[in-house]
C-alpha cells in the first residue's frame, strides 16, 4: 500500500514565477493538508481541502491556493514567488474524522532564487 | 491561542543512554499533543500521540511521552537510545476537538554518539 507520495521531489524557480506542487493522499484518506517547513523551522500550516473544497487556512496569503481532484489528490499553487518561499513542502493525508492521524509525504524542496 | 516550545535546539547523547526532549504547551482548550520524527530525506513519522485517554503514552521503537497539566508538559524519553535515533523530533499541539490543524514546534535534533 502506498503511502503519501509527492511530486516533484524538488524545484528551482525565480522569483515572480509561479509553481505547482503535486500529492497522492494514502490510500483510503479524503482529506489532504499542506504544510510549509522553512530550514530549520517546524513545519506551518498553510490548508485543509475535504471534498475539493478548502476547510481550514493557515496564516498565508493569497498567493497561495490549492485544489482537491474527486480522486482526492491535490495541488499547491504559489503564485509570484518569493525568495522568502523556499522551503520544504510537505503534504499531509488523513481520513476525515480521524484527523488527529496525519500521514507525511516526504516533501518537494522548492528553492526560490 | 495554542502553541508548543520545544526547550532544547540540540540534545547529544551516548548510545545506550536515556533519551529525554523536552516540551511545554500553552493551549486555550483541552489539548492533544503528538510527537513526530523527521529522518533525513524522508517525510515526518508518527511517534505517539496523547488525546485525552492515559497519560503516559507509549509509542513505537520504545518512545514513551508523560502529559502533565499541572505542569503543561509533554516530554519524551526512551530508556536506551540507538544510533538510528539520531533525527529531528517535533512536539506538536492540536486542539482535541478539532484535530485537524497541528501546530508544530521548532523542533530538537538528536545525536547519538556510539
Known amino acids: 500500500d502506498a503511502g503519501v507520495t509527492q511530486s516533484p521531489t524538488h524545484l528551482i524557480k525565480t522569483r515572480g514565477q509561479q509553481v505547482t506542487l503535486r500529492c497522492s493522499p494514502k490510500?483510503?484518506?479524503?482529506?489532504v493538508s499542506w504544510y510549509q517547513q522553512a530550514l530549520g523551522q517546524g513545519p506551518q500550516f498553510i490548508f485543509q481541502?475535504?471534498?475539493?473544497?478548502?476547510?481550514q487556512r493557515g496564516n498565508f496569503p493569497d498567493r497561495f491556493s490549492g485544489h482537491q481532484f474527486p480522486n482526492y489528490s491535490s495541488e499547491l499553487n504559489v503564485n509570484a514567488l518569493l525568495l522568502g518561499d523556499s522551503a520544504l513542502y510537505l503534504c499531509?493525508?488523513?481520513?476525515?474524522?480521524?484527523?488527529?492521524?496525519?500521514?507525511f509525504g516526504p516533501g518537494t524542496r522548492l528553492t526560490v532564487l | 491561542a495554542q502553541s508548543v516550545t520545544q526547550l532544547d535546539s540540540h540534545v547529544s547523547v551516548s548510545e545506550g543512554t536515556p533519551v529525554l526532549l523536552r516540551c511545554n504547551y500553552s493551549?486555550?482548550?483541552?489539548?492533544?499533543l503528538f510527537w513526530y520524527v523527521q529522518h533525513p530525506n524522508k517525510g515526518l513519522q508518527l511517534l505517539l500521540k496523547?488525546?485525552?485517554?492515559?497519560?503516559l503514552v507509549k509509542g513505537i521503537n520504545g518512545f514513551e511521552a508523560e502529559f502533565k497539566k499541572s505542569e503543561t508538559s509533554f516530554h519524551l524519553t526512551k530508556p536506551s537510545a540507538h544510533m538510528s535515533d539520531a533525527a529531528e523530533y517535533f512536539c506538536?499541539?492540536?486542539?482535541?476537538?478539532?484535530?485537524?490543524?497541528?501546530?508544530f514546534g521548532t523542533g530538537t535534533r538528536l545525536q547519538v554518539f556510539p
Open positions: 496523547y488525546t485525552s485517554a492515559a497519560t
Open positions: 499531509a493525508s488523513a481520513i476525515s474524522g480521524r484527523t488527529d492521524t496525519q500521514y
Open positions: 490510500s483510503g484518506h479524503d482529506t
Open positions: 493551549s486555550s482548550y483541552s489539548p492533544s
Open positions: 506538536v499541539v492540536t486542539r482535541s476537538y478539532n484535530t485537524d490543524k497541528l501546530i
Open positions: 481541502y475535504y471534498e475539493e473544497e478548502e476547510r
